[in-house]
C-alpha cells in the first residue's frame, strides 16, 4: 500500500524547530527526539497549525504521563524528550501561538511532567516487550544497528532455562523494583501492555489517515486505490506502520522479530 496515499505517517517538522532553536542558542537536542515528541503529540490527537501540533496542558499531559512510556526506550539522555516540548513551547511563544502567561504555565508542567516520565521509564511494571529486550540487547553490547547480530541474540537467549532468562531480566539496567518476572501471570501482563500500547498507536495512525482521506475527499478527489473495497488491507498498512514506529523508538526491527519470529520469549496471549 502507498502511504503517499492513505498518510498514515506524520511528516513532522522537526527539522524546521530544530533549525530555528539552533539560530535561536538553545541547547540542542537530538532530531529522533523531537521526531518522536512531534509524532506522539500528532498521534495522540493534538490540533495542528501550520504542520506543529498545538500545545496545552491535556495534551502535554497526556504526552509525557501517558504516551511516551509506553514506547520509547531511547539509547540517549530520556532528559531530551522534556527538553524538545521545551523547545517546542519556545517555537511557539515566538510564532505567538502562545501567550506570556500561557508559555510560563506549559514550561512549569514540561519540567514537572518530565520528571515523572524519568520515573515512569524505571519502572519494571510498566515495561513493554519491545522496551524490555532493547535494555538487555544494549546491556550485552549488541550491536543493535544490525537486525542480524538482534537474531542471532534472540536466537541465543531463546535457549537459555527459563530461570536464566528472569535472573537476566531482574538484572537488566534501566529498570526499579522487583518486576516479579518469575510469577505465572507476569508474562501475560507485559504482553497485554504491549498490545494495547500498539493497537492505541493504530488508532492514532487511522485517525491521521482519516483526516487526511476526508480532506481529499472535500477537494473533489477520488479515494486511493488502496481502499477500493479491500479494508483489510488497510487495517494491515495500519499495523504494519504501527510495528515500524515501535521499533523506531526502541531497536529498529526488534518488535517485528519478536511478534514473527520469537512470540515465545515475548508472548502477548495464552
Not at 523494583?177 to 507476569?186: A, V
Request: hydrophobic share 45%.
Amino acid at each position: 500500500m502507498d502511504d503517499e496515499d492513505l498518510h498514515l505517517l506524520p511528516r513532522t517538522r522537526a527539522a524546521d524547530l530544530l533549525d530555528w532553536a539552533v539560530a535561536e542558542g538553545f541547547d540542542p537536542v537530538p532530531e529522533p527526539v523531537v521526531r518522536t515528541v512531534l509524532t506522539l503529540l500528532e498521534l495522540g490527537g493534538a490540533r495542528l497549525h501550520d504542520g506543529v501540533p498545538e500545545l496545552s496542558s491535556p495534551v502535554l499531559e497526556h504526552l509525557l504521563y501517558e504516551q511516551l512510556h509506553l514506547y520509547v526506550q531511547p539509547d540517549v539522555d530520556p532528559a531530551g524528550y522534556p527538553a524538545a516540548v521545551r523547545l517546542l513551547i519556545e517555537w511557539q511563544r515566538a510564532a505567538r501561538r502562545l501567550n506570556a502567561k500561557r508559555a510560563e504555565k506549559l514550561r512549569a508542567e514540561a519540567d514537572w511532567q518530565g520528571e515523572v516520565l524519568l520515573s515512569l521509564l524505571r519502572r519494571s511494571d510498566l515495561v513493554t516487550w519491545p522496551r524490555l529486550y532493547a535494555l538487555l540487547l544494549r546491556a550485552d553490547g549488541v550491536p543493535t544497528g544490525d537486525p542480524d547480530a538482534v537474531r542471532e541474540w534472540l536466537e541465543a537467549f531463546r535457549e537459555l532455562p527459563a530461570e536464566e532468562r528472569f535472573a537476566a531480566f531482574d538484572r537488566v539496567p534501566g529498570l526499579d523494583g522487583d518486576g516479579n518476572w518469575d510469577q505465572p501471570g507476569r508474562p501475560l501482563l507485559i504482553g497485554v501492555s504491549t498490545d494495547g500500547a500498539r493497537r492505541l498507536l493504530e488508532q492514532g495512525l487511522m485517525r491521521r489517515s482519516y483526516r487526511n482521506l476526508a480532506e481529499r475527499s472535500a477537494r473533489g478527489l477520488p479515494m486511493p486505490v488502496e481502499l477500493s473495497g479491500a479494508f483489510e488491507e488497510f487495517e494491515e498498512a495500519v499495523a504494519q506502520a504501527a510495528i515500524d514506529l515501535c521499533g523506531e523508538w526502541t531497536v529498529p526491527g526488534l518488535p517485528r522479530l519478536l511478534l514473527e519470529e520469537f512470540p515465545d520469549l515475548a508472548p502477548e496471549e495464552y
